[in-house]
């Protein structure tokens, strides 16, 4: 049975983008088969076959790249700003300025970190420059980059093979990179036509020893007809031949440096509209989306919660800002947002809750899209007690679909018009959510941490105890081994074991107010403190950092819980007031809460400050006094005795409506 089934194909595949063109219908020329998975028939011929056949075969690559590009065009155009990506100028500074600093985010080509790194060695400063990165970042032609390098900034001086050769390779700093190179040194050094060079282009490039021999015999002597020395001719041959081996196709690399650069000017020039159109094309890819998230807070560009009055159904732009996707929350449908945004263009902005259910079509809704809709923020702009209307999910719905049904009756009214006058129900009384809960659950309906961090009200706290952020020590002139301790809260752990030992460890992602970041968490540490690791949890880890190239390598050594690094930093609280009606729920809160706070034997307590700040405070009336009115000034108020300051305090303050910050003492 062995012997029957050797030499047959496991399985008939179809390359993903190439098309095979011909005068005639296929099956005259060659075999064709039906693929059960495409309603596209496919030759039985490989790649090679299809050529000898008589076949033209192409590769047609579809690019999101392509859209993304078009979609910030439309954004521009939208706002009075004609721009032609096929007429960018192709020395603008800022595009190369934000390329060699390795800002290249989103930019088609050199996301990675090693292409980032490339970029920040490279320096590039012209377009060919591009073109030799896209084409060097290859498996094989790696091994150039160095010489590459060490050329371009005058390190070493570039190895000219022959004088007549110097026009060929001077772009490229005497490195041949380029198959097209390797054709036009055969055409000048030995006299080679373009279809000769292209038999030898492809001889190289297969290292089929009895056509290299030929090739080898034919460069020679042609170098030698034209008064190159016969050794020379043939180190030359071998130099072009061991170049070859990786050469790449300078017009395919030209085109995607093309991309790239267009990319790359609309990220230093409309970075805007750049993020909003990249984010709409990935808003299926959470992670993607936080790799942009965080790119655009580090170059201060705000990314607004979605706004169920202003958001679209994609990324939109307003005012040099970004509103979150609607489509973008998780399951919640493209085609239900695109809904929901026509009946609020068509009729106005949602005035309550209630009204958006009357004129929202059910069918467009569901209990999961309008948990996720609430937990996201997106109700906020109507009621911004997200708990209530996480609560009230049933009764909208069913609001919604009796404001449907009174619809398809024709009873709305005795003209039989389109008005739903429906007595609006009332919302469950509840509390809104802590801050920290309030923020898991933005987190889980977005998939990270979209309006704040949940360590946010913790930083003076923490660098009192020394802790630093991931972006610190990222930004960190000092780039060597080292112990360093950083806060965040755990996202996703994954657990591994050893192939060797058989024992666990551990990959934690983490976040905190900077980005996200990765441990090591070996099998020790887990035994003892693999509680304190769950998804969720708020811990402070002591780990060795260390440095491989351009990236930042963690191992955790040894894991605190938060609120016991945070309680022996806190000495008080600072409350920020713009409502006078909030003292007396704060009054209510303090008092609810116990007095004492026990952690490690030792009584955590501490004093809170009441900072009124009265020219809100007061209302209309107060915006009628005069600057010189001291009640335009803050009032700062110590409240009599001593306080419990942990987070469980510092949350439940937060949480009440008048208060808009809380600082550290």
């Not at 005497?174 to 190179?181: L, N, P, R, S």
């Not at 105890?465 to 991931?470: D, E, K, M, S």
Request: aromatic share 8%; net charge negative; proline share 5%.
């Amino acid at each position: 049975i062995a012997l029957q089934l050797e030499g047959l194909y496991r399985h008939a595949s179809t390359h993903a983008a190439g098309v095979v063109i011909s005068d005639r219908p296929l099956e005259e020329l060659v075999p064709v088969y039906l693929d059960p998975r495409s309603d596209m028939p496919v030759t039985q011929f490989n790649l090679y076959w299809v050529e000898q056949a008589g076949l033209v075969k192409f590769d047609f690559l579809g690019l999101k790249t392509l859209t993304v590009i078009d979609r910030a065009r439309q954004l521009l155009a939208a706002r009075g700003i004609a721009l032609d990506p096929a007429a960018l100028p192709f020395d603008d500074e800022k595009t190369y300025a934000m390329l060699a600093r390795g800002d290249s985010i989103g930019v088609f080509q050199f996301e990675s970190s090693g292409m980032r790194d490339l970029l920040r060695q490279a320096e590039p400063r012209t377009f060919e420059d591009l073109i030799a990165l896209v084409a060097l970042f290859r498996p094989g032609p790696m091994e150039n980059i160095p010489k590459y390098l060490a050329s371009k900034h005058g390190k070493e001086e570039p190895e000219i093979l022959h004088e007549s050769l110097q026009p060929i390779v001077e772009e490229t700093y005497g490195v041949i990179i380029y198959q097209e190179q390797v054709m036009q040194i055969a055409q000048v050094l030995s006299g080679y036509s373009l279809g000769e060079a292209d038999v030898l282009r492809r001889a190289m490039g297969k290292k089929k020893k009895d056509e290299m021999r030929r090739q080898r015999a034919r460069f020679v002597e042609g170098a030698v007809e034209n008064d190159v020395d016969k050794d020379r001719a043939g180190y030359i041959f071998d130099m072009v031949d061991k170049f070859a081996g990786y050469g790449f196709n300078k017009s395919h690399s030209a085109a995607y440096a093309l991309l790239a650069y267009q990319t790359a000017y609309l990220k230093a020039n409309h970075p805007v509209e750049f993020y909003a159109a990249s984010m709409t094309l990935d808003k299926g890819n959470t992670d993607k989306l936080h790799i942009f998230h965080q790119d655009a807070g580090l170059h201060e560009i705000a990314i607004l919660p979605p706004n169920i009055n202003l958001s679209q159904s994609d990324f939109a732009t307003v005012d040099g800002q970004i509103y979150y996707a609607l489509s973008a929350i998780k399951n919640v449908g493209a085609q239900a947002m695109i809904d929901i945004v026509k009946v609020r263009e068509e009729g106005g902005p949602f005035t309550d809750i209630f009204d958006f259910a009357r004129r929202v079509s059910p069918q467009s809704i569901n209990k999961r899209a309008l948990e996720n809709l609430a937990q996201a923020g997106a109700f906020d702009v109507l009621d911004p007690n997200r708990a209530q209307i996480h609560a009230a999910i049933d009764i909208i719905l069913s609001h919604a679909t009796q404001a449907a049904q009174d619809r398809i009756s024709n009873q709305q009214s005795l003209f039989g018009d389109d008005t739903v006058d429906l007595t609006a129900p009332n919302l469950p009384l509840l509390e809104d959510w802590l801050p920290v809960e309030k923020l898991n659950r933005e987190m889980d309906a977005v998939g990270f941490f979209l309006s704040g961090h949940p360590l946010d009200d913790y930083q003076t706290a923490l660098r009192r105890r020394q802790v630093v952020t991931y972006g610190e020590l990222v930004k960190s002139s000092i780039r060597q081994s080292s112990i360093t301790t950083l806060a965040g809260i755990v996202v996703r752990r994954q657990n591994r074991r050893s192939q060797r030992s058989d024992r666990p460890f551990a990959y934690l992602m983490m976040s905190d107010p900077s980005g996200s970041f990765e441990f090591l968490v070996f099998s020790d540490l887990l035994a003892s403190h693999g509680h304190l690791l769950e998804p969720g949890e708020a811990v402070v880890i002591t780990a060795a950092a260390e440095w491989d190239g351009d990236e930042l390598k963690l191992v955790a050594k040894a894991v605190r819980p938060l609120d016991e690094v945070v309680a022996n930093a806190l000495t008080g609280l600072r409350l920020f007031i713009h409502d006078g009606q909030a003292v007396g729920v704060i009054q209510q809160t303090l008092s609810d809460l116990p007095q004492r706070f026990e952690e490690g034997g030792r009584t955590r307590q501490g004093p809170i400050n009441l900072v009124l700040m009265c020219g809100m405070a007061g209302g209309p009336e107060a915006q009628k006094r005069p600057e010189q009115d001291p009640c335009f000034d803050e009032v700062e108020v110590e409240l009599p005795g001593r306080f419990p300051i942990g987070a469980a305090l510092r949350g439940a303050l937060k949480a009440i409506h008048g208060v808009v910050d809380i600082q550290d003492l």
